[in-house]
């Protein structure tokens, strides 16, 4: 499958998913010297200028890094830009990605032809998220470079469909990088979606429980504690479905089973909003998270998944 030279470099076939409030340099620089692709929403650095601080921080460390590990270099970072009408900070964010050259812009909640241009300026490049195959081609039509499948079981904003349809129905008529995300959270899946035609595993729920995530305690320990069953796909609390943890619905005093539908009008990601406190006190998360059993650095969570692959791997020899 033709893949840029970019994501040729990946060292392993897995790219973290930006995750809204979690994701941070910190974490970010650690998954990207894991060997995967590290990424952040843009909307995580507030205010506004922030962001400008956590590109130099990144882009400071990894050039770092790689000069001490010539043999062994850093995956490549991503920056998530939501290009969704109610995201008043996509001009000045997007200017910050081409002033420092963001390898990788992933796009959200909408695909713009002017966006992709001018990540294409500078010679990166855009993977943009979608849930059907029909939003698959408008997003390669306006110029994306490649696709993030997002199917069924995925955290926070999640489709239906199952990965095995959506990849199939893609790979008729795409041959570009593709990333398959929902309940990917163990080395074995990581060979699964490859073997299903996806170039890349998307990875998020996975890394809240880790030391770099910034998360609570609370939030991350409810990962460990929790499984499937504990997963709630519901719009309401920004309009849009998406998984949810429901211990996290009952303790902000809700009913998991009676929460009804939200406004997709009303949609809000300013986390120091009013309505902010949905995304502190109601926790995403996919449905994979069985196999998260403890808290661990980001290398560590890292080194099992490679383990695990190749364990895969070599059951299929």
Request: net charge negative; charged share 20%; with cysteine.
């Amino acid at each position: 499958m033709a893949l840029p030279a970019i994501l040729k470099s990946v060292p392993f076939p897995v790219i973290a998913s930006p995750m809204f409030i979690l994701s941070t340099p910190a974490l970010v620089i650690e998954q990207c010297k894991a060997g995967v692709v590290g990424s952040m929403p843009a909307l995580n650095a507030r205010p506004a200028a922030q962001l400008e601080e956590w590109l130099i921080e990144i882009t400071e460390a990894l050039a770092a890094y790689n000069a001490a590990n010539p043999d062994k270099p850093a995956a490549p970072f991503a920056i998530n830009q939501i290009v969704h009408k109610s995201n008043d900070r996509l001009e000045h964010d997007l200017a910050m990605c081409v002033k420092y050259k963001v390898p990788i812009v992933i796009t959200s909640l909408g695909a713009r032809t002017d966006v992709n241009d001018a990540v294409h300026s500078y010679g990166g490049i855009v993977l943009h998220d979608i849930i059907n195959n029909k939003f698959a081609k408008k997003a390669i039509e306006k110029g994306a470079d490649g696709l993030i499948a997002v199917a069924a079981g995925a955290g926070g904003h999640a489709g239906t469909l199952s990965p095995f349809a959506l990849i199939a129905e893609i790979r008729e008529w795409f041959d570009g990088p593709i990333a398959l995300s929902g309940a990917i959270a163990t080395g074995g899946a990581v060979l699964a979606a490859q073997a299903m035609g996806a170039d890349f595993a998307y990875v998020g729920s996975a890394f809240i429980a880790t030391d770099e995530a910034r998360a609570v305690d609370a939030y991350k320990q409810m990962v460990v504690d929790s499984n499937s069953d504990d997963i709630l796909y519901s719009s309401k609390f920004t309009g849009v479905h998406g998984n949810y943890l429901k211990p996290s619905i009952v303790n902000a005093g809700m009913d998991p089973d009676a929460l009804g539908n939200g406004d997709p009008s009303q949609m809000n990601f300013d986390s120091n909003a009013s309505s902010g406190k949905v995304w502190k006190d109601i926790w995403g998360c996919g449905q994979g998270i069985g196999a998260i059993k403890k808290v661990v650095p980001v290398r560590e969570l890292v080194a099992r998944l490679k383990a695990e692959y190749e364990e895969a791997r070599q059951k299929l020899v």
